[in-house]
């Protein structure tokens, strides 16, 4: 008689070894992180308190959810996983609160946007960490360059399979996502005629752009462990890709987006990948093939230059029936098909905000360019810029 040890040992020397595991979450569930600008209340340039700023935190308990950046004058803000959208403002405005408090003992002010308006990359520094520094060896001047302020949303799928397949569906809405967070058009003290700069600075990573069009689990487990192997990577961290698998998490990120001036702002961007997950894994209304990705940097610029102005080029069955659409009609048309899959008010309320951006091309970008020309200074619109942040209502065009 074989003893059950021994089953137990033949059975683990035939299974294969998981290279990379992926943990299995919750569907749709969501989260997101928020890089945030700390300036100084002189002349609004970035102030490198990063560090310090993370001792006044209080209650400490919130410590594990803010969070160091690459350079001193940016810090990171980590939601908890939610369900519903609501309670993902509500946790935020805890947040944004424990900040606020902070700030104050370093007389700072805390801001969204997706880019500084007028720092100089040379002149930040890098945060005391040895991956931050490592990637400053590695990577020179762009370690520094990165000093730029986006949203990451992670959607939660139960294995890697949906994940992958998920990466590439949400592809197709880069230019959603862009057009609407788009909130960095000055850079270095001038205007980029971007609408997110930002998106740009991010590119110039060598891992950056896209995920191959892998969709089996087990083949991006091959492909990871070849790249990891020869050295290129150390860890998923080393993907720049606009969106990625999180094996770890059990989640798909989404990494175009620029930081929105407000954090009700970015709870809808959140609940937006939310809604499209559900629609995605549910009816599955893409096939991943080779071609899949060609038309994706025309439209990744487009959004980045235009907003919702931009266009957005569609295949057809046919090349004869490929098209072009203003983004905003593209995601109205979206937005309208996502009702049917709300679950309560906040969701429905969620679109609203949204098909109103939509429908008036209203954005953060647009904000910040009237801004300036009415008071004729960044620093003054630097200065607005937080207050907006750090108060208590979203703008106008927002309510």
């Known amino acids: 008689?074989?003893?059950?040890?021994?089953?137990?040992?033949?059975?683990?020397?035939?299974?294969?070894q998981e290279i990379l595991p992926f943990t299995s979450s919750s569907p749709f569930?969501?989260?997101i992180e928020l890089e945030l600008q700390l300036v100084n209340r002189r002349n609004y340039n970035l102030a490198s308190d990063a560090v310090?700023?993370?001792?006044?935190?209080?209650?400490?308990?919130?410590?594990?959810?803010?969070?160091?950046?690459?350079?001193?004058?940016?810090?990171?803000?980590?939601?908890?996983?939610?369900?519903?959208?609501?309670?993902?403002?509500?946790e935020l405005k805890g947040l944004r609160a424990a900040l606020n408090r902070g700030a104050q003992y370093?007389?700072?002010?805390?801001?969204?946007?997706?880019?500084?308006?007028?720092?100089?990359?040379?002149?930040?520094?890098?945060?005391?960490?040895?991956?931050?520094?490592?990637?400053?060896?590695?990577?020179?001047?762009?370690a520094k360059t990165f000093t730029v302020f986006g949203q990451h949303i992670h959607v939660g799928v139960p294995n890697g399979d949906d994940a992958l397949y998920l990466t590439h569906a949400f592809s197709r809405f880069v230019p959603h996502f862009i057009a609407l967070s788009a909130a960095s058009p000055f850079y270095q003290g001038a205007d980029t005629k971007f609408d997110s700069s930002r998106s740009n600075v991010v590119r110039a990573f060598p891992l950056?752009?896209?995920?191959?069009?892998?969709?089996?689990?087990?083949?991006?487990?091959?492909?990871?462990?070849?790249?990891?192997?020869?050295?290129?990577?150390?860890?998923?961290?080393?993907?720049?890709?606009?969106?990625?698998?999180?094996?770890?998490?059990?989640?798909?990120?989404i990494r175009v987006c620029d930081t929105p001036l407000t954090i009700e702002h970015a709870a809808h961007l959140g609940c937006y990948a939310q809604l499209l997950a559900r629609w995605i894994l549910t009816e599955r209304p893409f096939v991943i093939a080779n071609d899949f990705y060609l038309l994706y940097q025309y439209n990744r610029f487009e959004a980045s230059r235009y907003g919702l102005n931009?266009?957005?080029?569609?295949?057809?069955?046919?090349?004869?029936?490929?098209s072009k659409l203003p983004i905003h009609e593209h995601l109205l048309g979206h937005l309208q098909d996502l009702q049917r899959y709300t679950q309560n008010d906040a969701e429905q309320l969620t679109l609203k905000r949204l098909r109103h951006m939509a429908e008036g091309r209203l954005s953060d970008a647009a904000w910040l360019r009237q801004t300036f020309t009415e008071r004729g200074s960044l620093n003054d619109m630097m200065r607005l810029s937080s207050e907006l942040w750090m108060g208590q209502k979203?703008?106008?065009?927002?309510?």
């Open 106 to 142: 370093l007389n700072i002010d805390v801001s969204g946007g997706g880019a500084h308006p007028f720092q100089h990359w040379n002149e930040q520094r890098i945060t005391p960490s040895e991956r931050f520094h490592h990637l400053h060896e590695k990577y020179g001047y762009l």
């Open 208 to 253: 950056s752009g896209t995920a191959p069009t892998l969709t089996r689990w087990s083949d991006f487990e091959a492909y990871y462990d070849e790249l990891l192997r020869m050295g290129i990577i150390g860890s998923m961290k080393d993907f720049y890709w606009d969106i990625r698998p999180k094996p770890e998490y059990g989640t798909v990120e």
């Open 29 to 31: 569930t969501m989260g």
């Open 310 to 322: 931009g266009s957005i080029a569609l295949h057809g069955n046919n090349p004869a029936d490929s």
């Open 394 to 399: 979203p703008p106008p065009y927002f309510q």
């Open 1 to 16: 008689m074989i003893e059950d040890t021994q089953i137990d040992s033949a059975t683990a020397a035939a299974a294969p």
């Open 52 to 90: 310090d700023l993370l001792t006044w935190i209080e209650p400490r308990d919130l410590q594990k959810q803010i969070k160091l950046e690459m350079t001193q004058g940016m810090i990171e803000l980590n939601s908890d996983v939610h369900t519903r959208v609501d309670h993902l403002i509500e």
